[in-house]
């Protein structure tokens, strides 16, 4: 009689005739769910064993595996075709992906708010996620009270609508000034849609400052009555300068004159309330003309108002900075942030709207021969 003690699952398997079907790294495979708990669930994919969704892997597509049932057939990727203890991992990570890339999808064409966690903020906007998916708030579509304490929204859930979804570049862009501010803006788009376009300078008032611009009120016709529309100047748009806080510059209830820019970063033919200013551009620009103001070998003196590894910068007025190079500082010579400067003109580029500057020596420099 035949001893019993070293018999395999393998071995009775193949007694049986049935055929062992093995997997490899990566394998995408059909497969029915079998059981559902709260951090595992077992999915038949045609195995000596059944597959086992736990640990990290079922972590990430949790919020996908709540819409499972028993006896569901979903898509699976092996990523351990087999444990020390005999079982076979499986992730639902791409699955997952594609459920929540079609459920943006559809959020943007019935225009259904979504839920998402904001993860970080960029000069430009805040980076937000929802199902594993990262997603882009332009500033230009951050609602005043968000805009206002931005620093505190980081890890909170903020509701949103979809403005643009695209799978096959890993791009979605969202709008939170489309719930928060809903009426207003419905109230703004037949507005906009006339505003935008004209190229007339505005008089405005300061509302509210942010470290990243000020909203500024203007007053607009429409028909017969004239209706208050705010928009927003970005810090790049307060002046020709760099402004590293608004709050240095402006004070709320200043009076400003704007020049309408238009709706930005978003889809073409989409406006939806959101009105771009500049301060800067209702100005002169005081780099028209600037070679007939700055000529070759001419004497300027300056203040120093940036240096870098190359040189320092120096700015001769308001918006126009020059670059002392590197190699035209003399040994020796004291460069300091706010130093004032006799320099002479080397050379202006408008189009470059660039300026190279040497230094005036009053004194000879140590070991300058």
């Known amino acids: 009689m035949t001893s019993n003690k070293n018999i395999t699952m393998a071995d009775l398997l193949k007694r049986s005739g049935k055929k062992i079907k093995s997997f490899t790294i990566g394998e995408k495979v059909m497969a029915k769910v079998v ?175 942010t470290k990243f611009g000020a909203f500024v009120e203007i007053k607009v016709k429409s028909g017969k009555s004239v209706v208050p529309v705010e928009g927003l100047v970005h810090i790049s748009e307060i002046s020709w300068e760099k402004t590293r806080d608004p709050k240095e510059v402006l004070d709320v209830g200043q009076k400003v004159k704007v020049r309408i820019l238009g709706s930005q970063n978003l889809p073409a033919g989409r406006q939806v309330g959101k009105l771009a200013l500049s301060m800067r551009q209702a100005m002169d620009d005081p780099w028209k003309e600037i070679d007939k103001k700055y000529k070759s070998d001419a004497k300027v003196k300056g203040k120093i108002v940036k240096k870098t590894d190359f040189g320092v910068f120096v700015q001769l007025e308001p918006g126009v900075e020059g670059l002392v190079h590197l190699t035209k500082i003399p040994p020796g010579t004291k460069m300091e942030l706010g130093q004032d400067v006799n320099c002479y003109i080397e050379e202006v580029d408008p189009l470059e709207r660039r300026i190279s500057l040497g230094i005036v020596l009053t004194s000879k420099p140590i070991g300058y021969k």
Do not use: C
């Open 35 to 209: 059981e559902l708990g709260r951090s595992v669930a077992l999915f038949d994919i045609g195995g000596k064993a059944e597959g086992i969704l736990k640990d990290s892997f079922y972590e990430e597509s949790k919020k996908f595996v709540s819409t499972l049932k028993p006896g569901d057939e979903v898509l699976v990727t092996v990523v351990i075709p087999e444990t020390n203890d005999g079982q076979i991992v499986v992730s639902l990570r791409d699955t997952a992906a594609n459920d929540a890339w079609q459920k943006l999808d559809q959020a943007k064409k019935t225009n259904t708010k979504i839920t998402v966690t904001v993860k970080g903020i960029t000069d430009s906007g805040l980076t937000a996620e929802t199902e594993s998916i990262t997603g882009f708030i332009p500033m230009s579509q951050v609602g005043k009270k968000v805009l206002g304490d931005l620093d505190s929204f980081v890890g909170k859930r903020l509701d949103v609508k979809v403005v643009e979804v695209d799978q096959n570049k890993n791009r979605l862009v969202l709008s939170e000034r489309q719930v928060s501010e809903a009426d207003d803006i419905k109230k703004m788009d037949s507005i906009l849609e006339k505003i935008t376009h004209e190229d007339g300078v505005f008089e405005g008032e300061v509302v509210t400052l």
